[in-house]
């Protein structure tokens, strides 16, 4: 992944195309309904956060692997300090400061090539950081020779590391496959579908809740409907990974379909634990950048070992 | 099995902005570190662009919170004063800043908020709201209020009157306030210039004042104006 690969790329620039064209659509109706004297000013203030993040997105990718990688890393940072903030972890600094660094090492771990095979990407060590991160939080209390609320301490911080840092950044390793615009393109794309797709189908037929204690809003007709739309999305853009086989497609759809809403209703349940409303106010019309990329951080991971495995990440 | 207790940053719901022209702010890790380099950059580029000498830091209470009072003749003075003040206490120095002036837009909120520290003061509408602010953050111990009682830079290099404001803030309370003067900062960096010229400046600390014996009333609030604004000429006057 670089410029003039990107430039190069079929992928990216139908992608680029299919975005552009999506937002135009969208906006285009948007345009129409104010017109038609609807009242559609907090679906504008969302849509302006799309017209805003969109570009951002597809500039990191565009600008290429390293770009890519840390921005994923800069993401989940943000992403941790929302999470950090909203459980009061926030007030423990050295706890957090640490967490910033190991997502910090998990980049350098994606960026840097393996010392062995020469390939970009050092999954070995990726994959094995946790250990050694999970070892030094635990090791925070002992240093500090403190034991009231350690538990609780370094309870989140290892959950906070592992769920939003490390489940995360597999989205960053993507950047090294051989197929990485197809991947990534597809991931971004796929996943912000199926949350439109979810919200859509609640709304259209929504009868019967689908966690009434977690997230009153969600239905099991919108969670079915969804996870329909995300099977066949896979199909439309199987130029996006031409190796693999329909059934690879179906499953790639279930993973998406399936979890991106589990994501949604992880980051649902914290919030709830906690009594907030949203994560953060990082993105206008959004609320944090959590209540954004809820749904990426569970399928990120999954969607990569199953790339791993049909294919291979090299 | 008992439940965590949570506890979310109380400013969780405000947008950058609110967060930065709001006080007091909530501390945050990335705001302390920049402070602590920018107060770190700053104390260097005093000494070197500006040959900074500090006279009488011996006057400065080691202790408890207490209030800076100085001539202001350009952005300058507060920086001076910031770079005099020990490192340590860094984050707990506050310049009393125009929030019509310091915190008109999100860049400058950023720089008045993240790298000075300074309170945002209402000088024009609700100024007893901003003097309440002052009060309540010298109740807790260790902090450091700079103020400059004249109110706005002067252009013709002659003192204006202090205003009320700092009279009110301090009699018939035990705070400690010292006075200082910085002299050639109307030659380094005067009004209107876009960046400061290289010039010698020389902050000179006096002995710290005390106005509890006094009964608040109008007459007493101007005695202590009066007395400060005698101090401060003092120690520009033991200059030349």
Redesign the interface.
């Given at each position: 992944m670089n410029i003039s690969a990107a430039l190069h790329s079929d992928i990216f620039l139908t992608y680029l195309m299919v975005v552009g064209g999506v937002l135009a659509f969208a906006g285009t109706v948007l345009g129409v309904l104010t017109l038609a004297g609807r009242n559609v000013s907090s679906i504008w203030q969302t849509y302006r956060g799309w017209l805003v993040m969109v570009p951002v997105v597809l500039g990191t990718l565009f600008l290429g692997r390293t770009a890519t990688i840390f921005g994923v890393a800069l993401l989940a940072i943000l992403g941790f300090k929302e999470y950090a903030?909203?459980?009061?972890l926030?007030?423990d600094?050295w706890l957090?400061?640490l967490v910033y660094l190991a997502i910090l090492a998990l980049a350098i771990t994606s960026w840097m090539p393996d010392p062995r095979l020469g390939y970009p990407g050092w999954y070995g060590f990726f994959a094995a950081l946790p250990a050694f991160v999970i070892g030094i939080i635990v090791m925070v209390p002992i240093l500090r020779n403190r034991a009231k609320g350690q538990l609780?301490q370094v309870s989140l911080a290892v959950v906070g590391f592992l769920y939003f840092g490390w489940m995360f950044s597999h989205l960053g390793f993507l950047a090294n496959a051989e197929h990485a615009y197809g991947y990534l393109l597809y991931l971004v794309f796929a996943v912000e579908i199926n949350d439109v797709a979810a919200f859509t189908f609640g709304k259209l037929f929504g009868r019967h809740k689908l966690r009434e204690n977690i997230s009153p809003n969600k239905t099991i007709e919108g969670f079915v409907g969804a996870v329909a739309v995300s099977v066949v999305v896979p199909f439309l853009l199987w130029f996006s990974f031409p190796h693999f086989e329909p059934w690879h497609l179906v499953l790639t759809g279930l993973i998406v379909g399936i979890g991106g809403q589990l994501g949604d209703l992880v980051i649902s349940y914290i919030k709830r634990?906690?009594?907030?409303?949203?994560m953060?106010?990082a993105i206008?019309g959004h609320g944090g950048i959590l209540d954004r990329v809820d749904s990426m951080i569970f399928v990120a991971p999954i969607f990569f070992h199953v790339v791993r495995w049909i294919h291979g990440i090299r | 099995m008992i439940a965590?207790?949570?506890?979310?940053?109380p400013d969780?719901?405000?947008?950058?902005a609110e967060h930065l022209r709001n006080f007091p702010r909530e501390p945050r890790?990335l705001e302390y570190a920049l402070r602590f380099l920018a107060a770190l950059l700053l104390r260097a580029w005093m000494r070197v662009y500006h040959r900074l000498r500090v006279e009488g830091l011996e006057h400065l209470p080691q202790q408890g919170s207490f209030v800076v009072v100085c001539n202001h003749t350009s952005h300058l003075d507060t920086l001076a004063l910031l770079c005099a003040m020990p490192i340590k206490r860094i984050h707990r120095v506050f310049p009393a800043a125009a929030a019509d002036y310091f915190f008109s837009s999100l860049p400058r909120s950023a720089v008045s908020a993240i790298l000075i520290n300074a309170l945002p003061f209402e000088r024009k509408l609700k100024g007893a709201e901003s003097l309440t602010l002052c009060k309540t953050l010298l109740q807790n111990d260790g902090n450091i209020l700079i103020i400059f009682p004249e109110g706005t830079r002067t252009t013709t290099g002659e003192m204006g009157r202090f205003r009320s404001g700092i009279g009110r803030l301090v009699v018939g309370s035990d705070l400690r306030v010292v006075p200082c003067h910085l002299e050639g900062g109307l030659k380094a960096w005067p009004k209107g210039r876009l960046l400061p010229r290289p010039r010698r400046l020389h902050l000179r600390i006096g002995e710290s004042r005390q106005y509890q014996q006094l009964e608040p009333s109008q007459e007493s609030v101007m005695a202590v104006c009066r007395d400060l604004e005698q101090r401060v000429a003092a120690l520009g006057r033991s200059a030349s």
């Open positions: 903030r909203a459980t009061g926030y007030e600094w957090t400061g609780q634990d906690i009594g907030i409303k949203d953060g106010t206008r | 965590w207790e949570y506890k979310p940053a969780i719901d405000q947008t950058l890790l």
